[in-house]
């Protein structure tokens, strides 16, 4: 028996879209999924971008006007990966017409479009998924596991990072990351990711002290002119969480030399977890001993870690970020059926954008502040 399609209206052709296509086309190949992944719709922000999107894609339809996916009954599911900026008008209008909604992180740039974006999702029943693509590693998976079984022991610290350089460069253009209330700065626009991963692997964050830091306070934009920045290029915060680990966290899109520089390291009363995304097909993993050897082992991602067996059946030979966004689509897919999932909700998101609320609040009064 054939198996239903899930008509999907993609809004977004740049880097974060064309992986939205390529995951979902991905999945339908590599997992058994409920439902079959269509892109039916693809919009962009003018009519000669989308079309040609469109067709580099193998997407039918093309539009300028993200309300054209909203009104269309044929649709069930938005896949947002427009701007920041955007993210909760198109989810609100998507979810309030009926549609399951994957939406790319942040999931706002405010805290009350956040709260209002799950509110909404509860008063209608839909699914939703965010695209904190990370937490899908089958090796996050694992330091996870780990964590739980007590292998590492109770944890007692967590020290995590995202860097990267892409606004290092002082001549860097002024672009819409640099808007007020549009990217969010770097803490709601890479500072998510680690949030997410620190609250996925440790737990809830109860309260955090931190300081945003503005590198490069004016840009140069496309017009030539010299424009005001007034989000953050740096975020640093020490953290508690509710278990009573405490840790600190950073976030940095000027940091030279990093390209994708998503670290943490997990410390507990008897041994530690090591991961970098840079090498994200390899766990460390320390665990006390009294042997002469004893050290950090290094594991490798093979078949026998979570989804790795979907892709590969020899260990070594290594997943990359395209698939991580393959079982994101997954999981979203699923989600979308009404399924059990392992798609991060909007509900779960929000507290990611509690704890970046918390650390604005910090450094504006600051005080230690509570998510």
């Not at 990966?81 to 939406?103: F, Q, R, T």
Request: include cysteine.
């Amino acid at each position: 028996m054939s198996r239903p399609a899930l008509n999907i209206a993609l809004i977004g052709s740049g880097f974060m879209g064309r992986a939205h296509a390529l995951a979902f086309a991905a999945a339908e190949r590599t997992f058994d999924l409920p439902r079959r992944p269509e892109i039916v719709l693809l919009a962009d922000r003018d009519p000669e971008t989308a079309a040609a999107a469109a067709t580099s894609l193998g997407i039918d339809r093309a539009t300028d006007d993200w309300r054209d996916a909203i009104s269309d009954p044929a649709i069930d599911m938005v896949a947002i990966a427009a701007p920041n900026s955007l993210h909760a008008p198109i989810a609100i209008a998507a979810l309030e017409a009926g549609k399951a909604v994957y939406c790319e992180k942040p999931l706002a740039t405010s805290i009350a479009e956040s709260e209002a974006m799950v509110a909404i999702a509860g008063r209608t029943g839909r699914p939703t998924a965010v695209g904190f693509t990370y937490l899908h590693n089958p090796m996050i998976g694992l330091a996870r596991e780990l964590v739980a079984a007590g292998e590492i022991g109770d944890v007692t610290g967590f020290r995590g990072v995202h860097a990267e350089d892409f606004m290092a460069a002082p001549d860097a253009p002024f672009s819409w990351r640099c808007e007020a209330g549009q990217a969010g700065g770097a803490l709601a626009d890479i500072g998510s990711h680690i949030i997410a991963m620190a609250h996925y692997l440790v737990g809830d964050i109860a309260a955090v002290s931190g300081r945003l830091h503005t590198a490069h306070p004016m840009r140069r934009d496309a017009q030539g002119r010299d424009r005001v920045v007034v989000i953050d290029d740096q975020m640093d915060a020490v953290v508690a969480f509710a278990n009573g680990a405490a840790g600190t966290l950073s976030a940095s899109w000027i940091a030279s030399g990093r390209k994708m520089g998503l670290a943490f390291e997990i410390t507990g009363t008897c041994g530690s977890i090591l991961f970098s995304q840079e090498r994200l097909n390899e766990l460390k993993l320390y665990r006390e001993g009294s042997t002469l050897t004893s050290g950090f082992t290094t594991i490798c991602a093979g078949p026998e870690h979570g989804d790795y067996a979907a892709f590969c059946p020899a260990p070594g030979h290594q997943l990359g970020y395209n698939d991580l966004k393959t079982i994101e689509a997954r999981a979203a897919v699923e989600a979308a059926a009404g399924l059990p999932s392992a798609a991060i909700s909007f509900a779960e998101a929000l507290a990611v954008e509690r704890v970046a609320d918390a650390i604005r609040r910090s450094h504006r009064e600051g005080l230690w502040a509570k998510p």
